[in-house]
Structures are given as C-alpha cells and as structure tokens.
C-alpha cells in the first residue's frame, strides 16, 4: 500500500508539474492495474489522481485516455466524473504538423491465440454482464492478483517484453507501408522504453512505465522527447 501511495503521489507531482505547460495529455493504457465500473459503486483508491486529471480537465487541457489491457472495463464513469475522453482501439492525431497514431499496444500485430481469445473474452459484453453479478469482495482480489501473476510471469521468463517490441516493429513498419504519412507511432503495453527509427522520418516510440523509470514522452513544435520524471 505505501508503495501504490508513493507511486500515486509521484504521478500527481508530475501533472502538477505540467499543468501550466501542457495542451493535451494522452494516457497509452494500464494507467490502472485493475479498474471494473459497477452502476452504483465506485472502486476503492486513485483518488489524488483522479482528483488531478479533473483539475486539469476543468482548466481547458484536453485528456485522452486510451484503454490498456488492465483497465479495459472503464465505462461512462470517468469521462462524466473528469472529463477526458476514452477510447478502445488506435487514434491518429495530427499535432504540430505531425501525424501520430496512438496505441496501447496489446492489440496490434501478430497476437497469439490464447492472448486473443482473451481479450475478446474480457471485452464481450455478456461476460462483463456475467463478471458484475458476482460480489466484488471475490472479483477484486481475484483481478489483482491475476494481474500481479501477469506481470510477474513475465519478469521471471525475461523475453516477452523483446517479443512484443519485436512486433510492434513490424505491425509499424507493415503499417507505414501503406499509410506513409504517419511520423510517429506511440506505444505503452511493455515495460521497455525504446525509441528507432522503422522507415525514413518515421519512428516508433515506446513509452516505458511508471513503476521503476518513470518514462514519458513530450511533443512540441521543435519535436518529440523522451524523458524521466525524476522528482
């Protein structure tokens, strides 16, 4: 818990650090480990940055939070509650000139069979349907600790995470193929910060996380960075 609070109070700084600088703030995904939106009852916790990014919405900054693979079940809540906007899927955005396609990254390329089914299992209506009529005192605990065995499984097998940049580079490079126009492609998904060139002024960009190298990317009209929060 002190480790979540910290990592929350930390994530809080860096918006207040850019609220005076900032004209949109794109969120790639698993910003939540586990988020599941019931009619009448609000999950416990986030509630400084939830209380942030409705700050920075009321003031005029434009938020978008693309869905990730651990907080695919945000609803209607959060868009009415702060104002930003989600989406499902890949956006394309044309920011100073340049053409950015924006994704979380778990759903492009070439994905193995029990990954898809899955996600097209955690996305079906009727499952969600059917996971809501069960009590939360048994799906919370349940979610997290599926989703700490995620990610632990992947600590200790050490090659996924290259895997998966390994085909976010050819989904890019396949996708900029037909789409030339497109200058950056942003991903989140994997914990590796990375950032190459995939064809001529074009590059692929992959964002880190914010458990351990507390990465970000920043977009202005004399390019795009990369950098570490470091307070």
């Given at each position: 818990?002190?480790?979540?609070?910290?990592?929350?109070?930390?994530?809080?700084?860096?918006?207040?650090?850019?609220?005076?600088?900032?004209?949109?703030?794109?969120?790639?995904?698993?910003?939540?480990?586990?988020?599941?939106?019931?009619?009448?009852?609000?999950?416990?916790?986030?509630?400084?940055?939830?209380?942030?990014?409705?700050?920075?919405?009321?003031?005029?900054?434009?938020?978008?939070?693309?869905?990730?693979?651990?907080?695919?079940?945000?609803?209607?809540?959060?868009?009415?509650?702060?104002?930003?906007?989600?989406?499902?899927?890949?956006?394309?955005?044309?920011?100073?000139?340049?053409?950015?396609?924006?994704?979380?990254?778990?759903?492009?390329?070439?994905?193995?069979?029990?990954?898809?089914?899955?996600?097209?299992?955690?996305?079906?209506?009727?499952?969600?349907?059917?996971?809501?009529?069960?009590?939360?005192?048994?799906?919370?605990?349940?979610?997290?600790?599926?989703?700490?065995?995620?990610r632990k499984g992947g600590e200790e097998?050490?090659?996924?995470?290259?895997?998966?940049?390994k085909n976010l580079r050819e989904f890019?490079?396949?996708?900029?193929?037909?789409?030339?126009?497109?200058?950056?492609?942003?991903?989140?998904?994997?914990?590796?910060?990375?950032?190459?060139?995939i064809a001529d002024g074009c590059e692929?960009?992959?964002?880190?996380?914010?458990?351990?190298?507390?990465?970000?990317?920043?977009?202005?009209?004399?390019?795009?960075?990369?950098?570490?929060?470091?307070?």
């Amino acid at each position: 818990m002190a480790d979540s609070r910290e990592s929350e109070l930390r994530i809080v700084r860096f918006l207040d650090s850019i609220k005076d600088k900032a004209d949109a703030i794109y969120l790639l995904g698993d910003i939540l480990d586990y988020w599941y939106e019931y009619r009448y009852v609000v999950p416990r916790g986030y509630v400084r940055f939830f209380g942030k990014l409705a700050e920075l919405s009321d003031s005029g900054i434009k938020i978008v939070w693309l869905k990730g693979n651990h907080d695919i079940w945000i609803f209607d809540y959060l868009p009415k509650e702060l104002g930003i906007e989600v989406r499902d899927g890949t956006l394309i955005e044309e920011i100073y000139g340049k053409k950015i396609f924006l994704n979380h990254g778990d759903g492009v390329g070439k994905l193995a069979p029990s990954f898809r089914f899955i996600r097209s299992l955690f996305r079906s209506r009727f499952c969600q349907w059917l996971f809501e009529g069960i009590h939360p005192r048994w799906t919370v605990p349940f979610a997290y600790n599926w989703s700490a065995h995620s990610r632990k499984g992947g600590e200790e097998r050490g090659i996924p995470d290259e895997n998966l940049l390994k085909n976010l580079r050819e989904f890019a490079v396949g996708y900029h193929r037909e789409h030339p126009d497109i200058d950056y492609f942003i991903f989140g998904h994997i914990h590796i910060l990375s950032r190459e060139e995939i064809a001529d002024g074009c590059e692929m960009i992959v964002l880190g996380e914010w458990i351990r190298t507390f990465s970000y990317a920043r977009l202005s009209p004399e390019g795009l960075e990369l950098s570490l929060y470091l307070l």
